[in-house]
């Protein structure tokens, strides 16, 4: 174990906070959203009273592998493509 130093523990409080503040943004963005996509009601795009838009809804596809298909219908095959990749994950307790 290491001893840390008062800079490091000031890191770790701040580190929290802005842990804390991001969940709230995450949630505050949500409800923003939300509200615009009530107003849109359906429409891709928000107008001004002067007609500029500002508001735009687009779709974006995304693809995927379906891992649990895959390894149920291939095994052997989802064996040879699986990766394991670890990561380092920093947990503070003040």
């Known amino acids: 174990m290491t001893l840390l130093s008062q800079a490091a523990i000031d890191a770790a409080t701040e580190l929290q906070d802005v842990r804390r503040t991001s969940g709230q943004l995450r949630r505050r963005e949500d409800e923003l959203k939300k509200i615009l996509y009530d107003e849109l009601d ?3 795009k928000g107008l ?9 809804i687009t779709e974006q596809v995304r693809r995927t592998v379906n891992a649990s298909k895959l ?9 040879k493509v699986l990766e394991e990749k670890t990561s380092r994950v920093l947990k503070i307790s003040l």
Do not use: C, K, Y
């Not at 001004?48 to 735009?56: F, K, R």
């Open 71 to 79: 390894e149920a219908m291939w095994p052997d095959i989802f064996e």
């Open 48 to 56: 001004l009273a002067s007609g500029l838009p500002i508001v735009e």
């Open 42 to 44: 359906g429409d891709t």
